[in-house]
Each structure stands twice: as structure tokens, then as C-alpha cells.
């Protein structure tokens, strides 16, 4: 459990809203696409931006909390969110932008499929996606992403370049195979 004078230090921090049981927006916030699903975290905390992904972790760590992570929030397993425990929502971190030149695209994890989709073709540009257009990006994606183009694309994964992370110390970086051009 959180102590609520922890949680009240950490909200005003967050760029993002938070919610915690009993507020407003609460209940719908804490939903996942699996209706079966019914966690209640002590707080939700809805990142604006990759600085209070940060503050997040660190604030976790510092007070020993469990933590859950959503994206995209189609999550069938219910691992998105958490019960007593701190949820991370991504889920309005939608950020996306397309390189026609590269034939690449930066996108932020919050972005489902459909919405990524809609974006690359408007260039002509299309990727391994999920079959269902309600799933997120990011949790597809690092599960593998099995999609409609796999058999000629290979998995989602696979077309990923690079990935910006922030890891369980708080550090944030970008893990690629290649060196990624500024």
C-alpha cells in the first residue's frame, strides 16, 4: 500500500493528471479493453510527457510500490493496471511523426494501431501491425506483433529501429541495433 501523505507529495509533481479511488474520472481511467478486468490502483498517474514517466519510476522505487504500465489500454491480460499499486498511463502520449523520406516513423506509446495507421498511410507507408485496430503500439509491439503484413514484413518487433526506454533506476535511454541518426 501507498501511504496518502507519499501520494500527496507525488501528484502535484505530475504534468499529467492523476486520479485516485473515489475522484472523478477515477473508474474510467482504471479500465482496460478486457471488461473482465477489474483492478483498483492506489493511483493513477496519466503521463504527460517522458518526465513524468521519470518521476514515476522513481517515486515507485523510492516507496517500494507495484506498478503497472499502460499504453494503448487494449490489454486482454489485465497487466496494465494494478491492484493498491501505482498504474503508469501512457495512454494520451500519442505523439507521431512520420519521415516520408526514411520511410520511417517516430511514435510515442499511447498511439493504437489504427491511429498509427491512419497517420503512415497517409504517405503511402504501412508496417506489421496488430489485427485489431484497438490495440496499442506498444505493448504489440513488445510482445512481438503478429499483424496482417507478418508473413511478408516479418512481426512488429522486427521492424522496430530503435526504442526510446525509461528503465526500473529511472535512467532514460534508446536502445537500437544501429547508432540512430540525429
Known amino acids: 500500500m501507498i501511504s496518502p501523505s507519499a501520494i500527496e507529495k507525488f501528484r502535484p509533481s505530475l504534468r ?13 481511467a482504471r479500465k482496460v479493453w478486457n471488461g473482465a478486468i477489474d483492478k483498483r490502483p492506489a ?3 496519466r503521463c504527460a510527457g517522458v518526465s513524468d514517466v521519470i518521476y514515476c519510476v522513481d517515486f515507485a522505487r523510492a516507496n517500494d510500490v507495484l506498478v ?36 520511417t516513423a517516430r511514435a510515442e506509446p499511447g498511439l ?17 501491425g496488430g489485427q485489431i485496430s ?3 503500439i506498444a505493448g504489440l509491439t513488445l510482445g512481438g506483433g503478429w499483424g496482417h503484413l507478418a508473413r511478408r514484413y516479418r512481426l512488429s518487433s522486427d521492424n522496430l529501429l530503435s526504442v526510446d526506454l525509461v528503465t526500473a533506476n529511472g535512467q532514460f535511454l534508446t536502445a537500437s541495433a544501429t547508432p540512430i541518426a540525429p
Open 16 to 28: 499529467g493528471p492523476s486520479f485516485c479511488l473515489g475522484e472523478a474520472g477515477y473508474d474510467e
Open 68 to 103: 503497472a504500465v499502460r499504453g494503448g489500454g487494449h490489454n486482454i491480460a489485465g497487466n496494465a493496471v494494478c491492484d493498491e499499486g501505482l498504474m503508469i498511463d501512457l495512454s494520451r502520449m500519442k505523439g507521431l511523426r512520420v519521415d516520408p523520406a526514411r520511410h
Open 134 to 136: 484497438t490495440t496499442g
Open 43 to 45: 493511483v493513477i498517474a
Open 112 to 128: 493504437t494501431w489504427g491511429e498509427f495507421d491512419r497517420e503512415t498511410q497517409a504517405f503511402g507507408l504501412a508496417t506489421t
